[in-house]
């Protein structure tokens, strides 16, 4: 095995390292690059190690959170589509087997069944994925939910920028454009709806309910984009705010 | 070195080092407290961890708070970790700390940064995967004779209906086959269905 220093001093040599690998084993690799040469003290190769290390991790985290940011978007608007698609296909057969009690090309059937195995996996990947990437806004929100709000962001920097009352309004653009040309009243939530928090809070709470979620969701998407580490107290202080919306009401 | 400090009548231990965010700041150390960071739980719960001067391997490094505890008072840290976003704020812990390496990558397959890290005296892990026990037998040929291993085992992500009790156990059998196995303390009452596997090579 050939050690990274090795291969030169800085973060290439890291990189280059990580990908050639090597067997784990215990050894005095700053003796070594000392022996060697490479280095005049172990602290010389601590200083160098430690500038090589954390811009190589660096390079390699900004690509994989850009990659694991893009999966996530492109697979939430892959799961909208496929949902699109089964309901439209489930009404034609519907409509079909209404008809003529029956759906005699066979295709049809397994193509239908293709669409919700591929929608399966795909929310399947959005659940294991979205908490990698925003931990706190899927603990709040559910992975699913998470990824449409990141993706209707335009990404999770984009989120995280936003005020509150953006994200509560996120996905309805139609309803505030309206709104705005002074023909409605401004929507009271936009995808966070589908939220058990807002949907099953009564008529007359709602608005409080998505934006008292709306305001964490916008502070967990910060947490996620700047520190990164899970915070269960979020969703405690979240559950005590909704639970006292709701007991204001009746 | 390691100090302990007295915050609300508790006893904490505490460490000498540039303040991350908002950790509580006493006689100059900072507070290490057991609710955020299982490894504080682990020593207010009386698990002796020598880790002044030591070369620490760190598994699950998080996005780096525990790590920088552990640099405060380590020769050497390096912090492997592989989910994106707590990485990235784990680089960036790293930039404080001038003796914390961190490591972008999957404990699963400790050959991938075998080239970079060194023979270690401690092997600290605290990764939520499955397969809790393998990760640490994969990473045992970089602890030295005599290390010790300190395995945070998480019940929950194992199997969500197992007593943790038997869990701890099988977690403790498997790490048998390469260590030898000391304890296993519960992190209770700072963390619910968590325990530290202490263990020697």
């Known amino acids: ?250 | 070195m390691m100090r302990w400090v007295e915050v609300d009548g508790e006893r904490y231990p505490a460490t000498q080092g540039e303040q991350l965010r908002d950790e509580r700041v006493v006689d100059g150390a900072r507070v290490w407290h057991p609710r955020r960071s299982k490894a504080a739980a682990a020593l207010v719960k009386d698990v002796e961890m020598p880790l002044e001067d030591a070369r620490v391997l760190y598994l699950g490094g998080g996005a780096g708070t525990t790590p920088s505890y552990v640099a405060d008072l380590a020769r050497a840290v390096y912090a492997v970790e592989f989910a994106p976003s707590p990485a990235k704020r784990m680089v960036e812990v790293a930039e404080t700390r001038d003796r914390l390496f961190p490591i972008f990558a999957d404990a699963r397959d400790p050959s991938e940064y075998a080239p970079v890290v060194e023979e270690v005296d401690i092997l600290y892990q605290d990764v939520a995967t499955r397969g809790q026990a393998e990760v640490a037998v994969k990473n045992a040929p970089f602890l030295r004779d005599g290390g010790r291993a300190y395995v945070v085992v998480k019940a929950r992500s194992e199997d969500v209906t197992a007593e943790p009790a038997e869990k701890y156990e099988e977690v403790a059998d498997r790490l048998g086959d390469v260590f030898d196995v000391d304890r296993t303390v519960d992190l209770s009452p700072f963390y619910d269905d968590h325990a530290v596997v202490v263990a020697r090579r």
């Open chain 1, 1 to 250: 095995m050939t050690p990274w220093f090795e291969r030169g001093t800085d973060a290439d040599a890291v990189e280059r390292a990580f990908d050639e690998g090597g067997e784990p084993a215990a050894r005095d690799l700053p003796e070594q690059a000392v022996e060697e040469g490479v280095f005049g003290t172990r602290e010389e190769y601590y200083d160098a190690l430690h500038e090589a290390t954390v811009e190589a991790a660096r390079r390699r985290v900004d690509d994989a959170v850009d990659t694991a940011e893009r999966d996530v978007i492109n697979a939430v608007r892959t799961l909208e589509s496929l949902n699109e698609q089964l309901n439209e296909v489930d009404e034609r057969v519907r409509d079909w087997r209404d008809e003529t009690g029956r759906v005699p090309v066979e295709d049809v059937v397994e193509a239908r069944e293709a669409l919700e195995e591929g929608r399966d996996e795909t929310r399947g990947f959005i659940e294991e994925r979205t908490p990698e990437l925003a931990p706190n806004l899927s603990n709040l929100a559910g992975p699913v939910l998470a990824a449409r709000l990141v993706a209707l962001a335009g990404g999770l920097d984009e989120l995280a920028r936003m005020p509150s009352s953006t994200v509560q309004v996120l996905g309805a653009e139609d309803a505030l454009f309206r709104h705005l040309r002074g023909d409605a009243p401004p929507p009271k939530h936009g995808v966070i709806y589908v939220h058990p928090y807002v949907r099953e809070t009564s008529a007359d709470e709602r608005g409080s309910a998505a934006r008292a979620l709306a305001g964490k969701l916008t502070i967990a998407a910060r947490v996620d984009r700047y520190a990164g580490d899970l915070r269960p107290e979020l969703a405690d202080e979240l559950d005590e705010k909704i639970e006292r919306i709701r007991g204001r009401d009746g």
